[in-house]
């Protein structure tokens, strides 16, 4: 397939999975604590992911391990206990709005860390988008509401996300994405994971209830679909892409999570939506494509 419809055709589909993620965590939330989804959600991916993993054991990338596990932890281990954490305070479709911050991110990071160039219009856009996340967090329909403290747990996972996007995409392209996402959730999370689930727990406390088989339903829509393909496509998009296009895809899913939160009886404030416009507003102002300094 041509690489440019490849990336355009990958953008979509993971802005309709990761869009759909964050109402399958308020679902979660309702069965399980956020410490809870969080595991699960790693740890049935790693289990689903395991055989590949098994199979394809002697090309895991031992000479780059340290950049396996920094991309593991921060692109798909801290963010899956973030997120359920802050959406205990906030909508399914406030976290996908903050998550849109991410195209920010990964131009701080880039160049702070991977040498990107940085214009001075990427620099503005920054200043409109973070304008739109303090209207968010100061703009709920309780004039005394505050929510900073999950907005600031919303950023610290969309940041942990730019850094495993840059990491991959400059130092583990020669891995390919089905097995990179395999190695992630296999060998490098699935025993984190286990340890704190059992520390949540949920082994002593689980019981084959209704309940706690329909939580599990969720979560594993969430693992296999929001978690180990997503993953897998993400990775796929960064080789036939940049990080800053694979990381646009946070634009439509503010789309996807608002309507999801919407059919289940969510709702913006004026504040809250002008809010989110403006963030929308300047991460299209800052696409700007940057590129790494030779």
């Not at 942990?160 to 395999?182: G, N, Q, R």
Request: hydrophobic share 55%; with cysteine; charged share 10%.
């Amino acid at each position: 397939m041509n690489a440019n419809r490849e990336k355009w055709i990958l953008l979509i589909v993971l802005s309709l999975i990761w869009g759909s993620s964050f109402i399958l965590i308020k679902k979660s939330l309702e069965h399980f604590n956020p410490f809870q989804v969080g595991a699960l959600r790693c740890l049935i991916a790693g289990i689903i992911l395991l055989p590949i993993a098994i199979s394809k054991y002697k090309l895991f990338p031992r000479k780059n391990l340290k950049w396996l596990i920094l991309a593991a932890f921060t692109g798909s281990y801290i963010p899956m206990f973030l997120f359920p954490i802050a959406e205990t305070e906030v909508s399914s479709s406030i976290a996908g709005i903050i998550n849109s911050m991410m195209p920010i991110f990964v131009i701080i990071v880039g160049a702070l860390v991977w040498k990107f160039e940085t214009t001075k219009k990427q620099i503005i856009g920054v200043f409109i988008s973070f304008t739109g996340v303090c209207l968010l967090a100061f703009g709920g329909g309780d004039g005394a509401q505050f929510k900073m403290i999950p907005i600031l747990l919303l950023l610290l996972a969309t940041l942990c996300y730019a850094v495993s996007t840059t990491t991959v995409k400059s130092k583990l392209m020669d891995v390919s994405s089905t097995l990179l996402s395999a190695f992630m959730f296999s060998f490098v999370l699935f025993l984190p994971s286990l340890i704190a689930l059992a520390f949540t727990g949920f082994f002593s406390e689980f019981h084959f209830s209704r309940d706690n088989m329909t939580g599990l339903m969720f979560v594993s829509l969430l693992s296999i679909f929001g978690t180990g393909l997503a993953m897998m496509m993400n990775y796929r998009l960064l080789k036939v892409s940049t990080p800053l296009f694979a990381s646009t895809v946070t634009l439509l899913m503010p789309i996807v999570a608002i309507m999801w939160g919407i059919l289940d009886g969510e709702s913006l404030t004026a504040l809250q939506f002008v809010g989110a416009s403006i963030i929308i507003g300047g991460l299209i102002f800052l696409r700007t494509k940057p590129s790494i300094k030779n």
